[in-house]
């Protein structure tokens, strides 16, 4: 080996140094989901329901099984969102699902939301649930409900609880996932 590979490698002064590029902020438009979304919808859902017990679901959802909630919330005209990124990747979605499947309870929705793993505490779940309330208003509904494990789901407790959802009531072991018992409580915000 040459002498000059043994000398150690030269290093540029600190000013002349390229510095890193900056990271670029983290945006997203918000908009009604369409039929193209859905696999991304599935997949950012079937993370969390192998992964999780954020959702009380132990098996997978498919495209096909998607494919008929879009059609059904469609036809309720309830609304169903999607946050994405400038390039167009799926990051979360937000809807609002009939509470109970009576005519009296036409103005009461149960929301859901979900955001891919990466996107989380970075402001879009707020972002995402406030755009669903406005929609969910817009729709005509009155009451929406959020129903949450009582363990796990630390963020979005938070999250509902800082846009004003409040209790209504908890029930213990009422779900059994991954081997483990777990409650459940219900969250309520008036949006008329
Ligand atoms: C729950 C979820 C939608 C929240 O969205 P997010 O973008 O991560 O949350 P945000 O950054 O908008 O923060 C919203 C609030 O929650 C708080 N928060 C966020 N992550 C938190 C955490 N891990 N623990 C405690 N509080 C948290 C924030 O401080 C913020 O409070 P503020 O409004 O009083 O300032 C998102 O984390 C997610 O998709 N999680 C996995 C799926 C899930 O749990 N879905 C809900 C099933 S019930």
Redesign the pocket.
Known sequence: MLEEEYAPRRVKPFHLRRLPAPEAPFTWTIRPATPRDLPDVREIYNH?VTNSM??LDEDTMSLREWRAKYAYLTRLKLPFLVAVSPSGQVL?YALCAPWIQRRAYRFTAES????RAAS???????ALLVALIDAGREAGLKQML?V?ADRG????M??HR?LGFTEQGRMGDVAFKFDRSIGTVLLQKSIK
């Open positions: 969390y954020v959702t979360g859901s939301i979900y955001l989380t505490g970075k402001g879009l779940g707020r959020a949450i789901a630390e963020a979005s938070a999250l800082s």
